[in-house]
């Protein structure tokens, strides 16, 4: 028995080595080669249990393999050793370049994952090699793959591959998509961006900072798709076909222009959105994007899991914030995509005004007042214009702040999280 055991147990190492070579594509020789088993090993291997049935052995290497096991995990039912490769001391500011790159407990495919980081987060880096880097999370040293890492922060912290074809995270209007062939300005494109994957909820919010189209006032677009006059007034008058495709917006009290506060608004919104869990589509990032009401619409439609646009009235008594919900008309309710959406649109007002509620800020009225608006005659998932104030309304960044957090708030309600 004892010597059938022997041979047994050398036959293995001969094979762990052999399966080792070939599976690291190694043309060394190990400098210093210890195998050693435990006594439950050997005891199941003397009652005849196969290699892939026994424990693990553990082969040490020498200096000569230490970058390769490093980089190692178990190969041919073989966990090889795992060796942190000498590194650099370094104290810089680094950035991610990847998407959902491993931060590891150790620096080795196979270590436990402590973080998943994405393209643009900030990190401490404090030991360099050119396989892996060591840095600091949360007090705790993490190993992240080097070249996943620069000292050049990214341009975008978009996420082109969940988003539609386009150089980092852009989404432009598909003219296949439903409704599409109704816009009229649509040669600028919204970008996309990803939460964090351990926290990710699965849900896209698309932030649309209202007006912000140059030329937008002097281009109409149909306010129904099957061609029906508004029911209501508003910016373009009841009985009317056509409306202009992008209003400019009115002018706050104290001389600001709306499309600025709307975009200070959806920039703070995303951030917290994103915090959340949110993923965040955001049509507008700068003075100017060249997308019309409608184009807005349809991207948010086949991008995002519901649409909130957001104003401030055009009143000066402060009258607080609202929803523009869906006029009770039959005629209007009865024609697509409203009558398959109009509860949901007003469902996600209610959310809104209700976090809004919570976070302290001033409500109008019962919070919604009915408008026949062209946004919400194109859209195809949960759609509300949200109205903050109006132009004598305080939009000091405390304020946006306040807002922001209602509108999480509101969100989290909706989706019931």
């Known amino acids: 028995m004892k010597g059938g055991t022997v041979g047994r147990r050398a036959g293995m190492i001969l094979m762990a080595l052999m399966a080792l070579g070939q599976s690291m594509g190694c043309q060394k020789k190990y400098e210093a080669v210890v195998i050693e088993t435990s006594p439950v090993q050997e005891e199941e291997q003397a009652a005849g249990i196969g290699a892939e049935q ?37 104290d810089e500011t680094i950035y991610v370049t990847g998407s959902d790159v491993n931060g590891r407990a150790s620096a080795s495919t196979s270590a436990e994952v402590l973080a998943v980081f994405q393209v643009g987060d900030k990190l401490h880096r404090t030991g360099y090699h050119e396989t892996w880097s060591r840095v600091d999370y949360q007090g705790t040293a993490c190993y992240i793959a080097s070249r996943y890492l620069s000292t050049e922060e990214p341009k975008t912290t978009a996420a082109p591959e969940t988003a539609a074809a386009g150089e980092e995270g852009s989404v432009s209007l598909d003219p296949s998509w439903k409704y599409a062939d109704f816009s009229k300005i649509n040669s600028g494109s919204a970008k996309l961006y990803r939460a964090a994957k351990d926290s990710r909820k699965g849900i896209t919010v698309c932030v649309n900072a209202g007006h912000g189209t140059k030329g937008g006032s002097s281009v109409k677009t149909l306010c129904h798709p099957d061609g029906t006059p508004k029911v209501t007034g508003g910016t373009t008058g009841e009985g009317a076909t056509s409306a202009v495709a992008v209003s400019s917006g009115m002018t706050f009290s104290d001389g600001t222009a709306e499309a600025k506060v709307t975009l200070a608004m959806a920039v703070k919104l995303k951030g917290k959105l994103l915090a959340a869990g949110y993923d965040v589509l955001m049509i ?24 909130i646009a957001l104003h401030w009235d055009s009143t000066t008594s402060d009258k607080g914030a609202f929803y523009m919900s869906v006029p009770n008309v039959s005629s209007y309710r009865a024609m697509e995509p409203v009558k398959s959406n109009w509860e949901k649109h007003n469902a996600l007002g209610e959310s809104l005004i209700a976090g809004l509620k919570e976070a302290g800020v001033k409500i109008f009225s019962g919070g919604s007042m009915a408008m026949d608006l062209t946004q919400t005659s194109y859209s195809t998932v949960p759609s509300i214009d949200i109205e903050l104030g109006d132009k004598s309304s305080d939009h000091s960044d405390a304020t946006l702040d306040k807002l922001a957090d209602g509108l999480v708030a509101g969100v989290n309600q909706y989706f019931g999280r």
């Not at 507008?284 to 948010?300: K, P």
């Open 54 to 90: 026994a424990g693990p052995v553990e082969i040490g290497t020498g200096p000569a393999e230490e970058e390769t096991a490093a980089e190692t995990s178990i190969r041919d039912g073989v966990l090889v050793g795992e060796t942190i490769p000498a590194m650099e001391d370094r």
């Open 284 to 307: 507008r990032e700068s003075d100017d994007v060249q997308l019309d009401n409608v184009a807005r619409t349809v991207i948010a439609n086949n991008m995002a899991d519901c649409h």
